[in-house]
């Protein structure tokens, strides 16, 4: 969620900038220090190993990462599918929450269907179609709105010629 709210569709990747924040401790408290870098960093404080400047916890500190944010059908396609599971999972427990994961998976998968991709690579081609058709399905799960159970129905053939591809798909849908 944190990534549609911020650019308004998911995200390559979002990388260090220097080694010294490379770490796998697991916490994510360890990576940053919650605050915009304003400006340049001291010049005589450096990690003794790396020669970077290490985490002292001031906003002069450069540990901002950098946010590769090419738009791809792919990431969306997931990201509408883990949204609309989270919307049901979440509903009862926290449903602002789940308000809000509903509305971006489907702002996230009505763009993709005003907007789509077209590849004549039958691989690139089928791939697409399960992604779609699991972002559809979770959808229709979520909400109960036929449309969505519509473009499952429209786009069977397709996910039955590609049927590797979409066996987990269409799995899931014999027992709905």
């Excluded at 916490?27 to 970077?52: F, V």
């Excluded at 993709?112 to 399960?130: N, R």
């Amino acid at each position: 969620m944190a990534q549609v709210k911020a650019v308004g569709y998911a995200l390559q990747g979002i990388n260090e900038s220097h080694l010294w924040q490379y770490r796998h401790l697991g916490d994510a408290a360890n990576k940053t220090n919650n605050r915009n870098y304003t400006g340049q960093p001291e010049a005589q404080t450096y990690h003794p190993r790396s020669g970077e400047r290490p985490y002292n916890h001031n906003s002069k500190d450069f540990d901002d990462r950098f946010a590769f944010t090419t738009r791809s059908a792919h990431l969306d396609y997931g990201s509408v599918t883990a949204l609309a599971a989270a919307a049901r999972t979440l509903r009862g427990y926290n449903d602002a929450l789940a308000a809000e994961c509903l509305a971006s998976a489907r702002k996230l998968f009505d763009d993709w269907q005003q907007h789509p991709i077209e590849d004549k690579e039958p691989f690139v081609a089928g791939y697409m179609t399960t992604l779609e058709a699991r972002a559809a399905y979770e959808l229709w799960r979520a909400t109960g709105d036929a449309t969505y159970r519509a473009h499952l129905d429209e786009t069977l053939p397709n996910m039955l010629s590609a049927f590797s591809f979409n066996a987990p798909v269409l799995a899931s849908m014999i027992h709905t």
